[in-house]
């Protein structure tokens, strides 16, 4: 929530010329606080940077991305930036939250090594300091924990408990357990399933009694959801602060009437069953959940809405009824089964972007048969789709999500946005389209996905059958899973589908008994068994019923530490799991706890590993200088010494060469043709090309599993999403944001694979060679998975001198030998360059990759030096600009 500050003016004044006075302790930290008054700082000497505008956002103010609030602007002041305001009474920001400072056009800057207050790469506010307050959980009808931080009173009078209804439960025994937690006992029974509040009057003290402590130990490990199993179906929900559940059967999806009502039974653990002696394929159905009227709660008695189940295996389009289907029979394992973390590449594809331009039948295009159609050609004769995939080399196929997710309504959209010219260039004016960020249920195979005119639930053997295609091509599949908020809450909506109406305080965190979140909501895995077990269900479930070899976990930072470690057991550790470590939660609590936040020196699972991207390539967020906005790939010099620190797996958060995953460009943000794209940033016609071949050397010959984004080997650039904000709204009054080629979720032409430049050759309006760079990546993948390759496919550290660096006085220009059996040179100079006195290990060498071609068969051509390198000598090597080598010894 925002919230008014006041700049003050004598701060400013007396720093004109002179400076503010702040110690070295307070520039470190990036903040002051005097009396009543705090002031933020930026300095420039500490984060070696000079920016054209500073910003602070945090948890104090939800994480405002906005740049031009003025009240969040710091002023510069000599060399640093100033930011004060009133904090009287912590009204602003309030003891350990957590903060970070943006420059320029919106670029995250994470906290300096100096800095003595951070946590999961963020700053803290008084990080060691904590208010008088008050912490109220129900426990059961009898007991509530309290935690007194400050004066505690144990005379019971001293508390007083109140209910929703406003109703006043007097206290009858108090008894301290350790320094704070205190037992209250209330003087008659409390209903656990309603809204509570403490009070200690004399201290101007009130919590809201949460449900944590009878919620962290309801557990149940029945299959929830509805199963069939030897003809007999049973249903079983799991919402435990219902008074009753509901179950209603019908015939079609589009009836209004059900034709059986079954008033469920609850068990002890709060799973709500039903049981039928018969096999109910293809029944729908849906839920009422009734419960109090309290505040917070969205049961049937306050919102009259039906309830779709967060475990079926069938939901047509999200909206409305879902549908009872039998279990799928899995694809085959892999052959020679999974691959090794650090062997993995992985290619990340939307089921629609690849087949959306596929000439296959109008019934399977932008659908999952379209993905593994074989024998597609386009009209140069080059293979495109599945073939094309298989060509390329890649030993994981990366799919975007695949989960049921949330569209908006057709008719409302067309009606909408059918003769909107942007809508109709973007390609979305007749559909909504997405790239599936918003699971609405995480069990159901997205029903878009399925052949046109096939019934609900046939694509669960669509995609059974895909993973199959590529298993039996040695091809492993994960799915991207979206398990941190839910798509009952995007874009600023607040619609019911399933966990809302359920029970939004159980499945989902809250402050106030409200949402919070940047996403609309966050999911809650901590203190929540039940959605924890959500999580785990899923990912076991995908396994079980469709073959599947791994997920990559998207904003895994909100899902807690013990969570993610129970989940990588209960799948089985040969399974590939990546995810995003950066966005942590807006709940203070989870934050705090060490056993639940985690960032990436204490990740439990590999991690995208971004210091190596920036700068190999440059940042994600901005694009404004070739020279400083494509890292040592594009000129700037300043990155070599990461650029080696990424190579060798030597940043601080690397444990292993399987913490991190390496990466040029994924969905998010520009594609890596138009951060080459020359001065327009605009890779549709005109890439730098050698640059974007010493980036792709860069990320090929790091230590480690590596993931690439779906058509950066074909130059795939999205600057056909013009980059502006536009803000659209449907008749029935949904948000639509769409940002450009910057994020292109809900473009749609902009996210087509363009297949007709597949082996297309320079043109007059167009010097992309598309032919080439194919060829390059698909050499740089037989490459790293050839013998040769295997110096980079290591699982654990590196010994010392792994990579011997050449590093020549120009930073343009680096050089390493790999393990004594690979050997690269660099430079990414305008000019030709010279690496003198190159002592190589005695043997022969033949170089495998120029600019040109990659070729470990027979090697590739070279006009400066022989292809051969005779080793153990000192001898001088020629480079020319922009320029990349590579030789393996014989």
């Not at 940002?739 to 809900?746: E, F, K, L």
């Amino acid at each position: 929530m925002k919230k008014s500050i006041l700049i003050i003016a004598y701060l400013l004044l007396a720093s004109i010329g002179f400076g503010q006075s702040f110690t070295g302790q307070q520039v470190k930290q990036g903040y002051a606080v005097f009396s009543d008054e705090v002031s933020f700082i930026f300095d420039e000497g500490i984060y070696n940077q000079k920016p054209t505008k500073v910003v602070v956002t945090g948890s104090f103010r939800g994480w405002d991305t906005n740049m031009d609030n003025e009240e969040w602007q710091l002023k510069k002041i000599g060399g640093q930036w100033i930011l004060t305001f009133n904090n009287k009474d912590f009204k602003v920001i309030s003891p350990q939250a957590e903060f970070k400072f943006r420059i320029n056009e919106g670029e995250w800057l994470s906290p300096t090594d100096v800095s003595p207050n951070t946590n999961a790469g963020n700053l803290v506010f008084m990080q060691n300091t904590i208010l008088p307050g008050l912490k109220a959980e129900l426990k059961n009808e009898r007991l509530i924990w309290a935690n007194v931080v400050g004066e505690r009173p144990l005379d019971p009078k001293a508390y007083i408990i109140t209910s929703a209804a406003g109703d006043t439960i007097k206290v009858k025994g108090v008894l301290p357990n350790e320094a704070t937690s205190t037992l209250i006992l209330p003087e008659t029974p409390l209903d656990k399933k309603r809204v509570y509040y403490l009070h200690i009057p004399s201290q101007k003290l009130s919590a809201l009694c949460s449900y944590d402590g009878w919620f962290r130990e309801t557990f149940s490990t029945k299959e929830l959801g509805a199963n069939i199993d030897n003809g007999k179906t049973s249903v079983r929900l799991f919402a435990p602060r219902a008074t009753l559940v509901k179950l209603y059967l019908y015939k079609d999806k589009d009836d209004t009437k059900a034709y059986e009502v079954i008033d469920m039974k609850e068990d002890e653990d709060g799973v709500w069953e039903a049981f039928f002696d018969k096999d109910l394929h293809g029944v729908w159905y849906d839920f009422t959940i009734h419960g109090h009227q309290d505040p917070g709660n969205l049961f049937y008695e306050t919102t009259k809405a039906h309830v779709s189940d967060p475990y079926t295996r069938v939901s047509d389009d999200t909206w409305g009824k879902c549908r009872i289907w039998h279990r799928t029979t899995p694809a085959t394992p892999l052959a020679s089964g999974i691959p090794a973390m650090e062997d993995v590449i992985a290619y990340e594809v939307h089921v629609q972007d690849f087949t959306d331009r596929l000439p296959v039948d109008e019934s399977i295009k932008g659908r999952i048969p379209a993905v593994t159609k074989r024998g597609l050609k386009n009209s140069k004769g080059q293979k495109i789709g599945f073939d094309y995939l298989l060509d390329l080399g890649i030993n994981v196929v990366h799919l975007m999500p695949i989960q049921e997710y949330l569209h908006y309504p057709t008719d409302d959209w067309k009606a909408s946005f059918e003769n909107d010219e942007y809508m109709i260039s973007q390609g979305v004016s007749e559909e909504n389209y997405q790239w599936g960020y918003r699971t609405s249920h995480a069990m159901a195979v997205e029903t878009r996905y399925r052949t046109v005119g096939k019934e609900p639930g046939e694509e669960r053997n669509e995609f059974r059958d895909l993973v199959q295609a590529f298993h039996d091509e040695g091809v492993a599949v994960i799915i991207d899973i979206v398990p941190n908020h839910t798509a009952e809450n995007m874009d600023g909506n607040a619609w019911i589908f399933n966990f809302n109406g359920i029970d939004k305080q159980y499945y989902y965190r809250t402050k106030d008994l409200e949402h919070i979140g940047d996403y609309g909501n966050e999911v809650k895995t901590e203190n929540r068994p039940m959605t924890q077990r959500w999580l785990i269900d899923q990912c076991q479930y995908y396994i079980k019923e469709f073959g599947i070899d791994g997920f990559r976990i998207d904003l895994a930072g909100q899902v807690d530490q013990q969570t993610l470690i129970a989940l990588k057991e209960a799948i089985g550790q040969d399974k590939i799991v990546y995810g995003e470590p950066w966005i942590g939660s807006n709940d203070p609590e989870f934050e705090a706890n060490p056993s639940w936040d985690w960032y990436k020196e204490d990740s439990p699972i590999t991690f995208f590993q971004d210091d190596s991207r920036s700068a190999y390539k440059g940042p994600v967020f901005k694009l404004t200088d070739p020279l400083t906005d494509r890292g040592w790939a594009g000129g700037k010099t300043s990155d070599r010494d990461a650029v080696m620190m990424g190579l060798e797996n030597s940043n601080k958060e690397d444990k292993t060469p399987n913490s991190g995953i390496t990466y040029l460009d994924i969905h998010d943000n520009f594609t890596l043709s138009d951060q080459f794209g020359g001065e327009k940033f605009d890779g549709r016609t005109s890439v730098d090309q050698d640059n974007y071949k010493i980036a792709v050397t860069l990320l090929y010959t790091s230590l480690g599993p590596l993931v690439t984004n779906g058509g950066s080997e074909i130059m795939r650039s999205k600057a056909d999403a013009p980059l502006k904000e536009v803000v659209k709204t449907t008749n029935k009054g949904y948000k639509v944001y769409m940002h450009g080629y910057r994020d292109t979720y809900n473009h749609r032409t902009a996210n087509q694979y363009a297949w007709e430049t597949v082996g297309q050759t320079p043109t007059a309006g167009n010097t992309n060679d598309y032919k080439n760079m194919f060829a390059f990546w698909k050499g740089m993948n037989e490459f790293r998975l050839s013998e040769y390759g295997k110096v980079f496919r290591i699982a654990d550290k590196a010994p010392e001198g792994y990579y011997q660096f050449i590093t020549p006085k120009d930073e343009h220009q680096l050089g390493y030998i790999v393990d004594q059996k690979v050997f690269v040179l660099l430079n990414t100079g305008d000019t030709e360059a010279t690496f003198k006195n190159v002592e190589l290990p005695a043997g022969n060498w033949k170089l495998v990759a120029n600019n040109d071609a990659v070729n470990i068969q027979k090697g590739v051509k070279d006009l400066k030096n022989l292809k051969r390198l005779k080793g153990g000598s000192s001898q001088d090597i020629t480079i020319p600009s922009v320029g990349l080598k590579i030789w393996v010894k014989q």
